[in-house]
């Protein structure tokens, strides 16, 4: 089983920086690859929409309304995404979820998905 666990939600005033991490790890397998980590987010009433993506190459996705001022990186070694978001505006307000797509083994028994976190709140105040 694959978890993946987001942090570093928060409220912020306009024109402020935040730092999201996204960890992913597994339970009751003995080797985890994780591929794509992407970051979402849906704010009340919306749906929810692609922020930014990561490959493990590190080949890198962004939506057009974050370009520029939002940044996602990752750490191959510790499984974690991290999206750091400058220059917030209050339309950015929203629960920020995390994915990865992962393969994983207990064994010789593959199993292959894509695994989400609950989310952090994201708020900016104008």
């Known amino acids: 089983q694959v978890q993946v666990v987001e942090s570093g939600g928060g409220l912020v005033q306009a024109g402020g920086s935040l730092r999201l991490s996204c960890a992913a790890s597994?339970?009751?397998?003995?080797?985890?690859?994780?591929?794509?980590m992407g970051w979402y987010r849906q704010a009340p009433g919306k749906q929810r929409e692609l922020v930014a993506e990561?490959?493990?190459?590190?080949?890198?996705t962004y939506a057009e309304s974050v370009k520029g001022r939002f940044t996602i990186s990752r750490d191959n070694a510790k499984n974690t995404a991290y999206l750091q978001m400058n220059s917030l505006k209050p339309e950015d307000t929203a629960v920020y979820l995390c994915?990865?797509?992962?393969?994983?083994?207990?064994?010789?028994?593959?199993?292959?998905?894509?695994?989400w976190g609950q989310g952090t709140q994201v708020t900016v105040s104008s």
């Open positions: 994915n990865a797509d992962y393969r994983s083994y207990f064994g010789e028994h593959l199993s292959v998905g894509r695994a």
């Open positions: 597994g339970s009751a397998v003995t080797s985890l690859y994780i591929n794509d």
């Open positions: 990561i490959g493990s190459d590190g080949k890198t």
